[in-house]
């Protein structure tokens, strides 16, 4: 299939001389691209796929927040779901944190990702973290901000 037409081609058309010939005729303008553009836009397409998904089914989390070298600290969130009776994980982002690593600071980056990307947080089911005191607090942790929003997911660390 051309990921830039959706056009499905037959497997006599997957030698590197049809494929060439194929974005020549129908895509002219994408002759002059280099690796990384294809590459660039083949991410973004499986992102969107990931993205769409998400929004209809139930899903667990795991997050893994980081001090890089530079004292940043990130913010690593994978994803777990089952797709045609397969477990896959997927890395669903990494963001910086602005401003601490609290627990509600996390929270708030999980939370504005989910709302731009339009996946209800209802759809975590489960949630895994590294037992630190900013994830698992009882009071100010990012599962007990996560709790008071989505209702019976279940924590591990």
Do not use: W
């Not at 963001?95 to 975590?124: C, M």
């Amino acid at each position: 299939m051309c990921l830039l037409c959706n056009k499905v081609l037959g497997n006599d058309a997957m030698k590197p001389s049809k494929l060439q010939d194929h974005l020549r005729r129908c895509h002219p303008d994408k002759t002059e691209k280099d690796l990384k553009y294809f590459q660039t836009r083949r991410h973004k397409e499986m992102m969107m796929l990931l993205i769409s998904y998400l929004q209809t089914t139930h899903f667990s989390i795991q997050l893994d927040e980081s001090t890089l070298p530079d004292n940043a600290a990130l913010l690593l969130a994978f994803v777990r779901f089952i797709m045609n009776q397969e477990i896959y994980e997927e890395l669903l982002f990494a963001r910086t944190l602005i401003t601490d690593t609290k627990g509600e600071s996390i929270f708030h980056v999980l939370k504005d990702y989910f709302i731009q990307k339009a996946i209800p947080l209802s759809n975590i089911i489960s949630v895994a973290t590294d037992g630190a005191p900013a994830m698992v607090g009882r009071y100010r942790g990012f599962i007990s901000y996560l709790k008071q929003n989505v209702s019976g997911v279940l924590a591990i660390h």
